[in-house]
C-alpha cells in the first residue's frame, strides 16, 4: 500500500508542471530514436522506410519538440502574463505526443501504415498547442508581446514544415525540392528560429545585461532565413553562401554589441553563451563548406547544418533544460561537476559530427567517427536523463 502510494505521488508531482513529462520523454526519446537511426544506419537492422526520413523526422517534430513543449508549455504564459496552463490542457498533448512517437518509432520498424498513423496523431498535438498559445497570446495583459508572436510564427513553420512531411510519407516519391522545403522550413524557420527566439529574450535575463537590440532585429534574422529556406531549398549555392554570410555577420556584430559576461559567468550562464555564439559560427562554417562543395563538386554532409542544430541548439538545450530543472523543483541554478561535464560532452559531440562530415567530403575513411558521435549523443543523454530524471519524475 506505501509502495502504491509513493508511485501516485511520484505521478502526480511527474505532470504538476509541464516541463517534467515533456523533458523526460524528450531525453528518452533522444536515446531510443539515436540507436534506432545508428542501428539501421550501419545495416544491423532495416526499417520500413528511408533512413534518412527516420532520423530527419524523430530529431525534428519528436526529440527537440518535445523540450520545445517542455519549455514553451510552462512560460510561454509567463510571457503574455496569464494564468499557467491547466494541467488537463498540457496532459492531452504529452499524450498525443507519447502515443504518436511510440506508433511512428514502431511503425518505422514493423508497418510504415502505423508510422504514417502516428505521424497524424503528433501533427494533432502540435495543432492542439499552437492553438492553445494563440488563445494565450490573445488574451494575455503582456504590454509587450512581440517576442511572443514570434514564438508563434516559429510553431506555425513547424506545423507547416510537420504537414508537408505528412503529406511527403504519404506519396512517398516526392519532388527533391518539396523534400528540401519540407527540411528547409523545420530546420531554419522552426528548430533555429524558434531557439533563436528563447535565445535572445531569455540569455541577457538570465546574465543580467539589459541590451539595447537592433530595431527590427528579430524580423531581420526571419527574413534572412526565409530567403536561407529558399536557397537550400533550390539549391541556388552560390546565393545560399551569400545569404548565410550575411546572415552570420549580422549576428556577431549583434551579440558582440550586448557585452555579455562570457569569461566571468559560471557554467550554468557560459553554456548559454557559448550555445548562443555558435550560431553564428555554425553559419560561417555553413557557408565555407557549401563553397567548399561548390568548388570541389563534392558533398559534406550537412555539415552547417549538423553544426548548428547540434552546437547551437542541443547546447542551448541542454544548458536550458539544467537551469529549468533546477529552479522549477526549488533548487538553486548551480551547474555541479557532473553537469559541467555535460556541458563539455555536448560540444565534443559537436566536433565529432563535424570531423566526419568534413571526412566524408574529402574522400577520407573515418567512418567511424559516425559511430563515436552517435555513441557519445546517446551516452550524452542517457547521463543527462540519469542525472536529472529522479529530479523531474519526484522533485529534489
Not at 527566439?197 to 538570465?206: G, H, L, T
Not at 559576461?261 to 550562464?269: D, G, K, N, V
Amino acid at each position: 500500500m506505501h509502495s502504491f502510494l509513493s508511485i501516485k505521488s511520484n505521478f502526480n508531482y511527474f505532470i504538476s508542471q509541464p516541463h517534467q513529462p515533456f523533458f523526460l520523454m524528450g531525453i528518452f526519446w533522444a536515446v531510443v530514436n539515436m540507436l534506432i537511426f545508428f542501428l539501421g544506419y550501419k545495416g544491423i537492422i532495416s526499417l520500413q522506410y528511408n533512413i534518412t526520413s527516420f532520423h530527419v523526422y524523430s530529431i525534428i517534430f519528436i526529440v527537440f519538440s518535445h523540450f520545445f513543449l517542455g519549455f514553451l508549455l510552462t512560460t510561454f504564459p509567463r510571457f503574455c502574463m496569464t494564468q499557467p496552463i491547466p494541467q488537463a490542457v498540457y496532459t492531452k498533448i504529452f499524450i498525443l505526443y507519447e502515443v504518436g512517437s511510440l506508433l511512428f518509432v514502431s511503425g518505422s520498424l514493423i508497418s510504415l501504415l502505423l508510422t504514417i498513423f502516428g505521424i497524424f496523431i503528433i501533427i494533432l498535438g502540435h495543432i492542439l498547442s499552437i492553438i492553445k498559445f494563440r488563445n494565450i497570446y490573445l488574451v494575455g495583459n503582456s504590454p509587450d508581446k512581440t517576442d511572443s508572436f514570434w514564438l508563434l510564427v516559429a510553431n506555425t513553420a513547424g506545423v507547416i514544415s510537420h504537414i508537408l512531411f505528412f503529406l511527403g510519407m504519404i506519396l512517398y516519391n516526392i519532388n527533391s525540392v518539396i523534400q528540401n522545403l519540407t527540411i528547409g522550413i523545420g530546420v531554419y524557420l522552426y528548430l533555429i528560429f524558434l531557439t533563436f527566439v528563447v535565445a535572445q529574450r531569455m540569455i541577457p535575463f538570465f546574465s543580467h545585461v539589459t541590451v539595447n537590440k537592433t530595431k527590427n532585429f528579430i524580423l531581420i534574422v526571419f527574413l534572412l532565413l526565409i530567403v536561407k529556406t529558399f536557397t537550400f531549398s533550390f539549391e541556388l549555392k552560390l546565393l545560399d553562401i551569400i545569404i548565410t554570410l550575411i546572415l552570420a555577420i549580422f549576428l556577431t556584430r549583434e551579440f558582440l554589441r550586448w557585452k555579455l559576461p562570457i569569461f566571468t559567468s559560471p557554467a550554468i550562464l557560459w553554456v548559454l553563451h557559448l550555445g548562443l555564439f555558435w550560431l553564428p559560427a555554425g553559419l560561417f562554417i555553413d557557408a565555407i563548406s557549401t563553397l567548399a562543395e561548390f568548388w570541389l563538386e563534392t558533398s559534406f554532409m550537412f555539415a552547417g547544418m549538423h553544426l548548428i542544430t547540434i552546437g547551437f541548439i542541443t547546447t542551448i538545450l541542454i544548458g536550458f533544460g539544467t537551469r529549468v530543472t533546477l529552479g522549477h523543483s526549488g533548487q538553486v541554478p548551480h551547474a555541479d561537476k557532473i553537469s559541467i561535464t555535460l556541458f563539455w560532452l555536448t560540444e565534443v559531440v559537436v566536433l565529432v559530427r563535424f570531423f566526419y562530415s568534413l571526412g566524408m567530403g574529402l574522400g577520407l575513411n573515418l567512418f567511424w567517427l559516425f559511430d563515436i558521435a552517435a555513441v557519445l549523443w546517446i551516452i550524452l543523454f542517457t547521463s543527462w536523463g540519469i542525472k536529472f530524471g529522479p529530479t523531474l519524475y519526484k522533485g529534489k
